[in-house]
């Protein structure tokens, strides 16, 4: 078996001194979500000395709380907005191939209840199919209302007149952006998280060239130069934007999204279920996800953008009762395992209207007047190009280097393909021989972390030492997803999570009960 992964490119203390051997930046991003780390890795992938900084973990916000799809959009398909889609089947296609240890074809179905809903999805299918081209994951298909119900085990039959299949990806969003950040790191790159951007600084003509950056753990603060500057915070894109010129109009309107997450036996076969139309125009859908059931999502226009967004009772009710009304075994609020609520950045509307869902997802970059280049909108499926563009961007206005973008063939840390979804350690990839070989060096690292899951304690010291995990909340939330599969079972685990971190981070017992105290406290915003 090959030897252990370096830890040292991926520690802190590593990554801390290159801000201080580092005088000058070609390209700083701000933000370390799906967006962020796209341009990071595109820069990298383009030779330019690249630094990242992240207020809080990767992924911490929106990017860690998707519907964990890779999809084109069947909802934008329906709404005329074909360039969209085929740009996002495009890059589904390559996320496929460059990260397939996390991104997998999955088969969802649309049940028809009606004489013409059979005929009128399925045509809109095959040109979802159609636009996908070379990368169409499959083709779509009419099934008998037998083999509907055979393949969605408890889907309500009365009146069931049949079901189209179709293909569509399905991932691990904040597995994929730890993996990102390690690629970066990988390709010379400095990505930092725990490390808040707080002040941009502009020289004699009023441009950006450096900004004003706090250590979250240490309290040190650090200024840093650069040629080009990226705000890439999702959300929190405005803040940023305030920080550059205070009292500019407001860019984004908050979506929220909700997603209840079940036990499997609430959709018991391997598809997915998507309801096109529900009582007011939105799509919900049921992912079978890490052994457990995805329900989603609510589009609800909120007045600002919150780091902890909390699910809101009519969310919770109106998903429950959506549900209910196609399974024969309805999820009652007692069955919620736990819950989650993500921000959309949206287009904030010009008109006055509060309606969310028929705003376009495309991205949007704008260039302030002191250089500072904006990105916001896209998403998970579209990062990729969204970075591309951004950086090409950037050299366009002069501030970099003219280089070729290669991130379209550029495989993912723990890249490799996988056909085992039946162990949880599949995430890992490439590292998975290396984890198991280590609770092989150390059989009590083997042992699970609580009998409700399946995380072993082994993945705390590996997330510890080459994921770039501080926090309990940076390991139960994003690292072994715990906080978002089972709330309960991960405020119970949280001690020996803390314990195990505080041996490999060399901090104290105080700490220890101060990130149990601090987890549980977020922890409560999951539970149902």
Wanted: aromatic share 8%; net charge positive; with cysteine.
């Amino acid at each position: 078996m090959q030897p252990t992964p370096n830890a040292l490119p991926f520690q802190r203390a590593t990554l801390i001194q290159q801000l201080n051997t580092t005088p000058d930046w070609d390209l700083l991003v701000i933000g370390g979500g799906a967006t962020g780390l796209g341009v990071a890795l595109d820069g990298l992938s383009r030779g330019y000395r690249t630094l990242l900084l992240e207020q809080t973990d990767f992924a911490k916000g929106t990017s860690s709380r998707s519907t964990k799809l890779v999809h084109g959009g069947v909802r934008y398909l329906a709404q005329g907005d074909i360039g969209l889609v085929r740009e996002a089947l495009y890059e589904r296609g390559l996320l496929l191939k460059n990260a397939p240890h996390l991104c997998k074809n999955q088969s969802f179905i649309i049940p028809s209840y009606t004489w013409w809903g059979g005929p009128f999805y399925a045509a809109g299918l095959k040109l979802y199919d159609l636009l996908a081209g070379r990368l169409s994951l499959g083709a779509t298909a009419h099934i008998s209302s037998q083999q509907t119900l055979r393949r969605l085990g408890n889907l309500r039959p009365a009146g069931l007149r049949g079901g189209v299949v179709y293909q569509d990806g399905q991932f691990d969003d904040a597995r994929l952006a730890v993996n990102l950040a390690q690629t970066g790191i990988e390709l010379g790159g400095t990505l930092l998280n725990h490390m808040a951007v707080t002040g941009l600084l502009k020289n004699a003509k009023g441009q950006v060239e450096s900004v004003r950056a706090l250590d979250q753990e240490t309290g040190r603060t650090y200024e840093l130069r650069a040629r080009a500057v990226v705000n890439a915070t999702g959300i929190f894109v405005d803040g940023i934007r305030q920080l550059d010129q205070p009292g500019t109009p407001k860019l984004v309107q908050p979506s929220q999204g909700v997603h209840l997450v079940l036990d499997k036996s609430f959709l018991p076969g391997d598809d997915a279920l998507m309801i096109p139309k529900t009582e007011d125009g939105r799509v919900l859908f049921a992912v079978p996800w890490h052994g457990r059931v995805v329900l989603g999502t609510t589009d609800t226009p909120l007045a600002e953008a919150r780091e902890e967004p909390q699910a809101l009772e009519e969310e919770i009710d109106f998903i429950l009762r959506t549900a209910g009304r196609y399974l024969t075994r309805p999820p009652q609020r007692t069955d919620v395992l736990s819950m989650f609520a993500g921000l959309r950045p949206l287009a904030a509307p010009q008109n006055g209207s509060g309606s969310t869902k028929e705003i376009s997802r495309s991205h949007k970059i704008l260039v302030s007047e002191t250089g500072l280049i904006t990105i916001t909108g896209g998403k998970w499926t579209t990062y990729r190009r969204m970075a591309q563009d951004v950086v090409d961007r950037a050299i366009s206005l002069g501030k970099l280097p003219k280089a070729a973008s290669n991130t379209t063939a550029l495989p993912v840390h723990g890249a490799r393909p996988t056909t085992d979804f039946s162990s949880h350690f599949y995430v890992y990839g490439s590292d998975q021989p290396h984890l198991l070989q280590l609770m092989q060096q150390q059989p009590e690292l083997a042992e699970k972390l609580d009998p409700n899951l399946e995380f072993r304690r082994a993945e705390v010291v590996w997330a510890a030492r080459y994921e770039m995990a501080r926090t309990v909340e940076d390991v139960l939330a994003r690292r072994v997803r715990a906080l978002f599969l089972d709330v309960r079972a991960a405020i119970r685990m949280s001690p020996a999570v803390a314990a195990l971190l505080a041996q490999e981070l060399g901090f104290d017992e105080a700490w220890q009960r101060q990130q149990v105290a601090d987890f549980t406290a977020l922890a409560k915003h999951y539970l149902p």
